[in-house]
């Protein structure tokens, strides 16, 4: 296992962070899936994260599927992963997104007006408008909050990532490449998809 523990310590582990309300449980058939239960719980263990050294790994040993979840996943609602940071970086540098991800310009707003975003029905919700999220794969900032939740559904409607079956992780579709350069200017090559690792993580579905 990933964690380093055995599968009865792990499946302990599991029934006391659903006894605290920690985790969620779900079951389908013989599987059980387990998640954050809030989004509260996923952001103390954000602030957390930002108080461990970052992790020092090779991953060209790494699984297809795994260098998939590295390069683009989703986080509760939104995007993470190399992907997910790189457009956040892009937000910062536009001045679409204040550097501290607290609050959106009016540049920003406008920006999400194109790809069909209502901000005013964003800020409506009962949740965080916009807000960073510690990437655990990266060690730097992915955009969260209501905001980016929009945009994962944008990208998502506009065909521009498609999410893999049995995974968090979601592919780079080629409409995507050609589409965040347009809006956003990311160069090609730093949005290239990895079809090797898109196609192992297709094929374990």
Known sequence: MHAGVAA???????VALVDA?????RTSGRHRY???ATT????????????TPPPHEDIRGRSGEERALL?????????AGTLGVSITDKLVERSLVS??????????????????????D?????????????????RRDHLAGAVGTALLEAMSERRWIARMEGTRAVRLTLRGRDGLHMVLGIPMEETA???DSAGASRRRG
Request: glycine share 6%.
């Open 8 to 14: 009865p310590t792990a499946s302990e582990h599991l």
């Open 193 to 195: 998809p990895d079809e």
């Open 122 to 138: 964003l800020r409506s919700k009962r949740r965080s408008y916009v807000r960073f999220c510690l990437d655990w794969s990266e």
């Open 99 to 120: 550097a501290d991800g607290t609050a959106v310009t009016a540049a920003g707003e406008s920006f999400l007006r194109d790809l069909g975003i209502d901000a005013d």
């Open 34 to 36: 387990h998640a954050l």
């Open 40 to 51: 509260e719980v996923a952001a103390a263990l954000e602030s957390l994260g930002r108080l």
């Open 71 to 79: 390069y683009a996943r989703t986080c509760y609602d939104h995007l």
């Open 21 to 25: 309300q920690l985790v969620k449980r």
